[in-house]
């Protein structure tokens, strides 16, 4: 599975956006990029996906550099309940099973 | 969004017993459903696959007889830590993939976790 390197952890004030970088240089042509996030003591949370468009949705957007090899997670305007680990995962949709494999995300604290 | 629910929250047993832990889709349906165990301040590790109607397909490392899955429903999957000892204490994330959606668009559903403390 093609790796993904993340900050280890990440500041931000409320109410003001954000940006989670993520990088990707050996992602392959089949490999969405997928971003989870969990809050602490709970199951992960689905967030975005794309494949080379960026995207947006009511939690977040999604940028992705032309070259597919990075891409960043836009929090519009965070809040208190937005402080949680953030994870980028490339998934191979072309692949048996394309299983999701962790990193070790961004640990995003936010403060009031 | 789609539901997982997980079944218990969280258990605390003896060394030496056994716990099983229930992962269900509660309002779709899913032939692939993965189990993950979460250490403290690490990330999540993935233990196995588990298909509907067929064997579990477990990561390099992870002991299949002692931790034994079963994927009986297309909304149920079970994982049972069989003799447990106090290093598999741990929190256990079950996931389900809804298959209705299109495979590109595929999401995975995650579960609330089980914490499970071995004496």
């Known amino acids: 599975d093609a790796k993904t390197t993340q900050p280890n952890s990440m500041e931000s004030n409320e109410e003001e956006p954000v940006h989670l970088p993520c990088n990707h240089s050996?992602?392959?042509?089949?490999?969405?990029i997928h971003w989870y996030r969990q809050l602490p003591s709970q199951g992960p949370e689905y967030v975005i996906h794309g494949l080379t468009s960026n995207v947006n949705n009511r939690m977040a957007s999604l940028a992705i550099a032309e070259d597919r090899k990075s891409s960043t997670l836009i929090l519009h305007r965070a809040t208190l309940r937005d402080a949680a680990v953030y994870y980028c995962i490339l998934r191979d949709q072309g692949g048996a099973t394309n299983k999701l494999i962790f990193g070790t995300g961004t640990l995003l604290a936010v403060q009031p | 969004g789609a539901v997982v629910s997980q079944h218990p929250s969280r258990v605390i047993c003896k060394s030496g017993t056994s716990v099983k832990i229930e992962c269900r889709s509660l309002d779709f349906q899913a032939t692939t459903m993965f189990w993950y165990r979460q250490f403290p301040k690490q990330s999540l590790m993935l233990m196995a696959t588990s298909n509907e109607g067929s064997k579990a397909t477990y990561e390099q490392g992870v002991e299949k007889d002692k931790f034994l899955i079963n994927h009986a429903s297309l909304t149920l999957s079970t994982l049972t830590v069989t003799s447990a000892h106090p290093e598999d204490s741990s929190f256990y994330i079950c996931s389900a993939r809804d298959h209705t959606a299109a495979r590109a668009q595929e999401t995975q559903y995650f579960g609330p976790g089980t914490r499970l403390l071995v004496l």
């Open positions: 050996t992602i392959s042509g089949t490999d969405y």
